[in-house]
């Protein structure tokens, strides 16, 4: 036992270790010049935790109209929009190009400049995904159940269009999750594979023993934003009746150097002409 411990050990040490020497592990040292104190509250609670929720980000007139062009684009253009499995999670990869005001979500300086003093480096808006999540009896939730982006911060604001409460899939993380040592400790306790970004629902259950506080989900009124590091152990919980459908816009940022033709791939198919 004590062998498989420290080959465990060594193995994700040497990984975290790869990983930072390609920069995904970004020196999250708050840079003081030109941020205000909002922001620095911000940036503290996403590197302590992992999130903030700032409250009437957009007024409930333009969620509302966000929500009718999602709804439009799903039913008119069906050929552009993914969809899971289960039909539960409908995602509209570049959404920013399907309404002006996705378009002025998507492009706000205050979330990228948040962002950039986050990694303490220059970052890209990548795409704008937005989704429409309802009911289904078979689903995981939107993302498809727990896991974690990458091992390396990762920043994306999400937006809720509607007010979204226990029941309708809100947003859910495992705090300090992100943090390298909690990484080894986590992956230690459930016995998985270094290298897996994906949980199960046990496998959570029983990490959570104990410190079922790290739990942490996110209940708030439509308009209100999300500033997450998605490296955390994190999920959309899915919708637990037919009444509930949860809209969401989600902005994807990624260093200058990650932008690839791997990273378009993944996204297939981005909306390439302005459809608005």
């Not at 040490?13 to 030109?34: C, D, H, M, P, T």
């Not at 109209?65 to 050929?79: A, L, S, T």
Request: charged share 30%.
């Amino acid at each position: 036992m004590y062998k498989k411990l420290i080959f465990f050990f060594n193995s994700l040490r040497a990984y975290l270790s790869k990983i930072r020497s390609n920069n995904f592990i970004i020196n999250l040292k708050i840079r003081e010049k030109n941020i205000d104190e909002k922001e620095k509250i911000i940036l503290k609670n996403l590197k302590e935790e992992g999130y903030y929720i700032l409250e009437d980000f957009l007024p409930h007139n333009l969620c509302n109209d966000i929500i009718q062009r999602i709804d439009f684009f799903i039913h008119k253009y069906p050929e552009f929009v993914w969809r899971d499995k289960e039909k539960s999670d409908y995602r509209i990869w570049g959404s920013e190009n399907i309404s002006s005001n996705i378009n002025d979500y998507f492009n706000n300086q205050f979330l990228k400049k948040i962002g950039q003093s986050y990694f303490s480096k220059s970052i890209v808006n990548y795409l704008c995904m937005a989704n429409r999540v309802s009911h289904n009896k078979d689903s995981l939730g939107s993302g498809g159940g727990w896991h974690r982006d990458s091992f390396g911060s990762q920043y994306k604001t999400i937006l809720y269009l509607k007010d979204v409460d226990e029941n309708s899939g809100p947003f859910e993380l495992i705090l300090d999750s992100h943090k390298p040592k909690n990484i080894f400790y986590d992956y230690l306790k459930i016995k998985i594979d270094y290298k897996e970004t994906r949980f199960l629902d046990n496998q959570i259950n029983y990490l959570l023993e104990g410190q079922e506080f790290r739990k942490k989900t996110l209940l708030a009124k439509g308009g209100s934003l999300i500033f997450v590091d998605t490296s955390t152990i994190h999920r959309g919980s899915p919708i637990k009746n037919e009444r509930n459908i949860r809209y969401a816009l989600t902005n994807y940022y990624y260093l200058d150097y990650i932008v690839s033709s791997d990273l378009s791939d993944k996204f297939t198919p981005l909306i390439k002409n302005n459809m608005y």
